[in-house]
Nanobody, 115 residues
């Protein structure tokens, strides 16, 4: 059973930074694509960034140049470094992993950016 646990969310002022972590219960070396999603109140969940098993990243246009996704297979952790945060980045952030044809989600971590 794959379990994903996010951490690192919190309250930050606009222009600030946060680093989110997604810790997996097992080895992520065999995981396929992993990603970060977010859901703001009243809005649909959306993809923020994804990273392939080979480390190739992909970003939503709204976060390009500000966010960086990475994964440390040795530590079984995926990260999202978020810089130059904006109030519109406020949302619950979820990590997702594709493993052996199945999708798994974490429970989410709240990010709030004040203006």
């Amino acid at each position: 059973q794959v379990q994903l646990v996010e951490s690192g969310g919190g309250l930050v002022q606009a222009g600030g930074s946060l680093r989110l972590s997604c810790a997996a219960s097992g080895s992520i070396f065999s995981y396929n694509t992993m990603g970060w999603y977010r859901q703001a109140p009243g809005k649909q969940r959306e993809l923020v960034a994804a990273i392939t098993s080979g480390g190739m990243p992909n970003y939503a246009d709204t976060v390009k140049g500000r966010f960086t996704i990475s994964r440390d297979n040795a530590k079984n952790v995926m990260y999202l470094q978020m810089n130059s945060l904006k109030p519109e980045d406020t949302a619950v952030y979820y990590c997702r992993a594709f493993v052996a044809g199945r999708s798994y989600w974490g429970q989410g971590t709240q990010v709030t950016v004040s203006s």
